[in-house]
T-cell receptor, first 110, second 113 residues
Framework: QKEVEQDPGPLSVPEGAIVSLNCTYSNSAFQYFMWYRQYSRKGPELLMYTYSSGNKEDGRFTAQVDKSSKYISLFIRDSQPSDSATYLCAMEDNFNKFYFGSGTKLNVKP | NAGVMQNPRHLVRRRGQEARLRCSPMKGHSHVYWYRQLPEEGLKFMVYLQKENIIDESGMPKERFSAEFPKEGPSILRIQQVVRGDSAAYFC???????????FGPGTRLLVL
């Protein structure tokens, strides 16, 4: 079983839609939960991170963590074509080691 | 402040040759991570280094792969006697304190013929 599972998509939505991206994980020791955006042929860029359970909002992006279900989500409101990218979730195990999901490819159509 | 730099961006090697990948972290960052990414897959942790120290190399194959981060100069990921299965994108990330705020470089795409 992989440490982190993420649906690869692709996910195609019209401009302005609300996008929901999700990951599940198996290691209950994970404390930090991150979301990265990766454009084609580029390095990942950290969007936001959350410590332990709860929600965090940053502009159009909201991250949610449910540790009881080992489930995390990223919501994108009012999605734009420029949001088209691959979104990677990642988790940290308290020993400065990071585990990444395989990424969900998002396409926002104008 | 320049971002994380990696070179070369593209590297072609024949089977059996050596590949050397370089990573210059952001100024003031003393923590470097190396990851490997295969097509349609996520990033796989390889090694975590601080200046002159390997902190965790549990994700790196024990044979043919080595990494260093000297006191001066870039971090180097070295792959000896490359095989076709080594073809991938290799990313490094730097962090000021080893925390979750990692900044990634653009990657080196290695192709082994």
């Amino acid at each position: 079983q992989k440490e982190v599972e993420q649906d690869p998509g692709p996910l195609s939505v019209p401009e302005g839609a609300i996008v929901s991206l999700n990951c599940t994980y198996s290691n209950s020791a994970f404390q930090y939960f991150m979301w990265y955006r990766q454009y084609s042929r580029k390095g990942p860029e950290l969007l936001m991170y959350t410590y332990s359970s709860g929600n965090k909002e940053d502009g159009r992006f909201t991250a949610q963590v449910d540790k009881s279900s080992k489930y995390i989500s990223l919501f994108i409101r009012d999605s734009q074509p420029s949001d088209s990218a691959t979104y990677l979730c990642a988790m940290e195990d308290n020993f400065n080691k990071f585990y990444f999901g395989s990424g969900t490819k998002l396409n926002v159509k104008p | 402040n320049a971002g994380v730099m990696q070179n070369p961006r593209h590297l072609v090697r024949r089977r059996g040759q050596e590949a050397r990948l370089r990573c210059s972290p952001m100024k003031g960052h003393s923590h470097v991570y190396w990851y490997r990414q295969l097509p349609e897959e996520g990033l796989k942790f390889m090694v975590y280094l601080q200046k002159e120290n390997i902190i965790d190399e549990s994700g790196m194959p024990k044979e043919r792969f080595s990494a260093e981060f000297p006191k001066e100069g870039p971090s180097i990921l070295r792959i000896q006697q490359v095989v076709r299965g080594d073809s991938a994108a290799y990313f490094c990330a730097s962090s000021p304190t080893g925390d979750v705020t990692q900044y990634f470089g653009p990657g080196t795409r290695l192709l082994v013929l």
